[in-house]
């Protein structure tokens, strides 16, 4: 059984940056792939970025260049780091992991394990 605590969320103003971690514990993160999802009020979750475990990374057209996935092996820490911030990434962020291969990374289905989110407030 995995376990998954987001932290680093918090409130900046647009054009800030913010730095998420996810701390798993239970397993070695090294061999699953892992997702960042975000769920606005009123919204549905939607993926954000993911990277599988041979390093490759996808992300969402949204957030492409601003955003950066990474994983810290020895430390069993994935992470988000979010630049230049605009309102619009307002919600909260979740961290998804699932030890199978996972063709459709976007789909809040293809993850077993998630945490319970960080809210970031992006203020204009």
């Known amino acids: 059984q995995v376990q998954l605590v987001e932290a680093g969320g918090g409130s900046v103003q647009s054009g800030g940056s913010l730095k998420l971690s996810c701390t798993a514990s239970?397993?070695?993160?090294?061999?699953?792939?892992m997702g960042w999802f975000r769920q606005a009020p009123g919204h549905e979750r939607e993926a954000v970025a993911s990277t599988d475990s041979d390093g490759r990374t996808t992300y969402a057209d949204s957030v492409i260049g601003r955003f950066t996935i990474s994983q810290d092996n020895a430390k069993n820490i994935l992470y988000l780091e979010m630049n230049n911030l605009t309102p619009d990434d307002t919600a909260v962020y979740f961290c998804?992991?699932?030890?199978?291969?996972?063709?459709?990374?976007?789909?809040?289905?293809?993850?077993?394990?998630w945490g319970q989110g960080t809210q970031v407030t992006v203020s204009s």
């Open positions: 998804a992991a699932d030890p199978r291969w996972i063709n459709d990374w976007s789909n809040v289905k293809s993850y077993h394990y």
């Open positions: 239970g397993d070695t993160l090294r061999t699953y792939c």
